[in-house]
């Protein structure tokens, strides 16, 4: 990056769960901003706690010349799914919109995308093909960016809060024991055991999901005998 340049750092979170929305955020820091964060200890959301996260992402917000933030649905990652879009491409489409959103009225800018895919250069086409202006722009699309740009750091801490807040206004609706929305977290699991048919038309649970599909083969099964 050159001297005093831009970088736009994007990440994800809550690609798996089996509940909840996944997010993704952009965080676009100048140069010397991103020595502030790496001061401060901005790094991979997974690697601090909670309270640490909300504390960085207020100083991110603050600092960062700008950032967007992009929010997709249970019911519409199912929507896509079954329209024939993985969620590989889900992520690609949201990654474009948050680009065209920032990007407006600045110079060269260096985009890091952590990439959810095996084959990058496949999937940062995907990208770049809803890319309304890439003239000013140089894209790479990595694995284990989060871990190793501090933007895109920066940017995964702001996707992690977002979809935490999400997952409070649903645990404000349904109650503490929705748990994580992991499929591995044992208090979602039992959530979904107790709860699968009740709350089937809510929107909460991703129903393309293996695990969805097998809970609810179960419990039909329950119900038969």
Known sequence: MEKGGLILGIDDSGRGPLIGPMALAGCLITEETEKEFRKLGVKDSKQLTRKRRAFLESFIKEKATAFAIQIIHA????????EGTNLNDVEAEMASLIVNNINKGFGKIKVV???PSPN????REGVLVK???LSN????CEHKADRNHVAVSAAS???KEERERQMDILREKYGADLGSGYSSDPITKKFLEKNIKKLDNHGIFRKTWKTWKKANHNSGQRKLF
């Not at 019911?75 to 079954?82: A, C, T």
């Not at 722009?137 to 790479?140: A, V």
């Open 75 to 82: 019911s519409e990652i199912d929507r896509k799914n079954k």
């Open 157 to 159: 801490i702001l996707a």
């Open 113 to 115: 995308i952590d990439c």
């Open 120 to 123: 990058r250069m496949k999937w």
């Open 131 to 133: 890319i309304e202006n």
């Open 137 to 140: 722009l140089e894209i790479s």
